[in-house]
């Protein structure tokens, strides 16, 4: 499985800055909780953000395979502790996690200077 993924990052809006979504490339890896995840898609997920690492549920067990505690900057993660998704670009998990895929490029750097309110992920090559 070698699945592409494209993630539109909403900014949260304010009365200071325009509305700019940005889209950033990503890898899906071939994980049991990867293709639960692939097959789940397209999702969309309202953001919190606590520290370098922004989170929300997807409403969706995909259940637990290989938990890790240490998730690269740029990392995705899955937990079905409140069904999060996660978006790393900085410090590691609170918990243990599902490492299912990577945003490409270092694009994750944006994530530390843009407040991201909304990701949608969807599938790129389809």
Known sequence: M???????IKPELSSESKFEMTIMKAHLFDTEIGRRLYAALPV????QTWGDE????????????NPIAMIPPGGIA???QGDYLCLFYGQCPA???EHVGEILDEQWKKLRTQQAHRVRIIVANK
């Open 78 to 80: 899955y937990t079905n």
């Open 2 to 8: 070698n699945i592409e993924l494209r993630l539109e």
């Open 44 to 47: 969309e997920v309202e953001l």
């Open 95 to 97: 918990w243990p996690v």
């Open 54 to 65: 922004s989170y929300g549920s997807i409403g969706i067990d995909l259940g637990e395979e």
